[in-house]
């Protein structure tokens, strides 16, 4: 029976080998540039253009800037029924020039946000000295297997892990294209005094930078500790992976439920530097 059950558990994750390859060279693709990695590996005839959909959001955010900036002028310096008439209409035009030079800049400093996580990942991968483009990793867990009923039931847990990790860098990827296209309409709030929704969305950038820079970096750990033999470290190493999300979430200021006190802790801080500045004054 155990024999059966092994050679079972040996089949499924030779029929995975084609995936876990694939994997392991695609992390990084997968999770910036969703829209490129589904372009060049669907294998379709028939080739997905995303190209018309970016200029199209950026178009009409464009046009939302343009718009709020109107809007918003008119009713402070015009219609007086919004804002401080008497406040300094450059402070709009600033905003105003802010929002779009984000929204025509930000192709290029995702571009850098992506090259310096990538760079991160590569010396972070050397540190730990990634073993796994020595052997096929389903050729080791095969040989791991071999020994008995309990390792190939390990063995088949590691490829499981593996998998989900593969399926959530695609998840990943997918929620950074979506907010890559939504961009320049959140560019809109950079004319308000408060920034809007931009500082929680730009935020969100930096965590699933974060994110990725973390899980990969625990993936080859991962496959290192599994080419050294030991495949339920290796199991654990990948659950931890798996949790990377809620594990810097729980490290992250979340200013939704605490807006007085934030606001608070702002104002307070500001008036101390004032009086340190007016007693270094004197």
Same mark, same amino acid.
């Given at each position: 029976?155990?024999?059966?059950?092994?050679?079972?558990?040996?089949?499924?994750?030779?029929?995975?080998?084609?995936?876990?390859?694939?994997?392991?060279?695609?992390?990084?693709?997968?999770?910036?540039?969703?829209? &490129?990695?589904?372009?060049?590996?669907?294998?379709?005839?028939?080739?997905?253009?995303?190209?018309?959909?970016?200029?199209?959001?950026?178009?009409?955010?464009?046009?939302?800037?343009?718009?709020?900036?109107?809007?918003?002028?008119?009713?402070?310096?015009?219609?007086?029924?919004?804002?401080?008439?008497?406040?300094?209409?450059?402070?709009?035009?600033?905003?105003?020039?802010?929002?779009?030079?984000?929204?025509?800049?930000?192709?290029?400093?995702?571009?850098?946000?992506?090259?310096?996580?990538?760079? !991160?990942?590569?010396?972070? &991968?050397?540190?730990?000295?990634?073993?796994?483009?020595?052997?096929? @990793?389903?050729?080791?867990?095969?040989?791991?297997?071999?020994?008995?009923?309990?390792?190939?039931?390990?063995?088949?847990?590691?490829?499981?892990?593996?998998?989900?990790?593969?399926?959530?860098?695609? !998840?990943?990827?997918?929620?950074?294209?979506?907010?890559?296209?939504?961009?320049?309409?959140?560019?809109?709030?950079?004319?308000?005094?408060?920034?809007? @929704?931009?500082?929680?969305?730009?935020?969100?950038?930096?965590?699933?930078?974060?994110?990725?820079? @973390?899980?990969?970096?625990?993936?080859?750990?991962?496959?290192?500790?599994? !080419?050294?033999?030991?495949?339920?470290?290796?199991?654990?190493?990948?659950?931890?992976?798996?949790?990377?999300?809620?594990?810097?979430?729980?490290?992250?200021?979340?200013?939704?439920?605490?807006?007085?006190?934030?606001?608070?802790? &702002?104002?307070?801080?500001?008036?101390?530097?004032? !009086?340190?500045?007016?007693?270094?004054?004197?």
């Amino acid at each position: 029976m155990d024999l059966i059950l092994t050679a079972l558990i040996g089949a499924l994750i030779l029929s995975s080998q084609p995936i876990v390859d694939t994997m392991l060279n695609s992390l990084a693709p997968t999770a910036f540039y969703a829209e &490129v990695y589904m372009t060049t590996s669907l294998g379709s005839p028939v080739s997905l253009d995303f190209s018309g959909l970016f200029n199209l959001f950026f178009g009409f955010g464009v046009s939302l800037i343009v718009l709020k900036f109107l809007k918003r002028g008119f009713d402070i310096y015009i219609g007086w029924n919004e804002g401080d008439p008497d406040a300094d209409p450059f402070s709009l035009v600033i905003g105003f020039l802010r929002a779009m030079a984000v929204a025509l800049c930000f192709p290029i400093l995702y571009d850098a946000l992506v090259a310096v996580t990538e760079q !991160m990942i590569n010396q972070s &991968v050397s540190i730990i000295g990634d073993l796994s483009g020595k052997q096929s @990793i389903v050729d080791l867990i095969m040989n791991i297997i071999s020994v008995g009923l309990f390792q190939a039931i390990i063995g088949l847990l590691v490829v499981i892990v593996y998998l989900i990790l593969w399926v959530q860098f695609m !998840m990943r990827g997918i929620e950074m294209m979506v907010m890559r296209v939504g961009i320049p309409i959140v560019c809109t709030g950079l004319i308000d005094s408060d920034k809007g @929704i931009f500082a929680p969305y730009l935020k969100k950038f930096f965590l699933n930078a974060a994110t990725v820079l @973390i899980q990969i970096s625990l993936i080859k750990l991962s496959l290192t500790v599994m !080419m050294l033999g030991n495949a339920i470290y290796a199991l654990a190493i990948g659950f931890v992976a798996m949790r990377t999300p809620k594990f810097l979430q729980e490290f992250m200021l979340n200013v939704s439920g605490a807006g007085g006190t934030v606001i608070n802790t &702002v104002y307070h801080t500001s008036r101390l530097f004032q !009086m340190a500045k007016q007693v270094f004054k004197k």
